[in-house]
């Protein structure tokens, strides 16, 4: 095992859990290690869960060797304006957390209060990232579909541009695919492709 991921929300839910356990960020020390890294993927979603507390987490998972990096769903009502999500990524990135993905939400029942759709959530997402720095610009618009992760790289007045970052066919891995711009499409099999 090169890398081991472990997807968790706790410094931004309870940081304490990781300040007052000194006994994990041991065992983060001893698992991350120079040639077989421990990578925590966090989950913050709004600029106001990073608090000093959360922070101070933070700093003590890095110290302790883990390698930190960002994902958080396009929520509606909580992170869709380019100012509150520009804010949250750079912020990430001022305290060792660069931004990995940005999710459009999965189309399940308990998420439809949340859909933002395709097209206004990427205008969002270029929005946030026209307004920090260059570590803060690596995070990628993503949707987690059953055939893979689906990147979303661009769209125009006709088309949405859509690249599988990760691909469930092999034939599929870093794939091209236009499809027909459509504003009220909150999900990659809502959309039609061009050919």
């Known amino acids: 095992v090169g890398i081991i991921r472990i997807g968790t929300k706790m410094p931004a839910f309870n940081p304490f859990r990781i300040l007052d356990d ?9 698992y991350s290690t120079p040639d077989r890294r421990l990578y925590m993927m966090l989950h913050f979603n709004h600029p ?3 608090t000093d507390e959360s922070r101070a987490a933070i700093d003590q998972l890095i110290k302790a060797g883990a390698i930190l990096c960002n994902q958080t769903p ?9 100012e509150v999500l520009g804010e949250l990524l750079r912020h990430l990135s001022f305290v060792g957390v660069p931004p990995y993905y940005v999710f459009q939400c999965r189309p399940t029942v308990g998420n439809k209060p949340f859909e933002v759709p395709l097209t206004r959530g990427f205008s969002i997402f270029e929005q946030a990232r026209s307004r920090v720095g260059g570590l803060a610009k690596r995070g990628r618009y993503v949707m987690s579909h059953k055939t893979g992760k689906i990147e979303m790289i661009a ?6 541009y859509l690249r599988y970052h990760r ?6 891995e870093s794939k091209l695919m236009i499809f027909q711009r ?8 809502d959309l039609v492709a061009t050919r």
């Open 22 to 30: 000194p006994s994990l960020l041991d065992m983060i020390h001893r």
């Open 48 to 50: 106001q869960e990073l």
């Open 167 to 172: 691909a469930l066919n092999p034939e599929d």
């Open 182 to 189: 459509n504003d009220s499409a909150y999900w990659f099999d």
């Open 74 to 82: 396009l929520l509606k009502g909580i992170n869709d304006d380019p």
């Open 155 to 160: 769209m125009d007045d006709d088309h949405i």
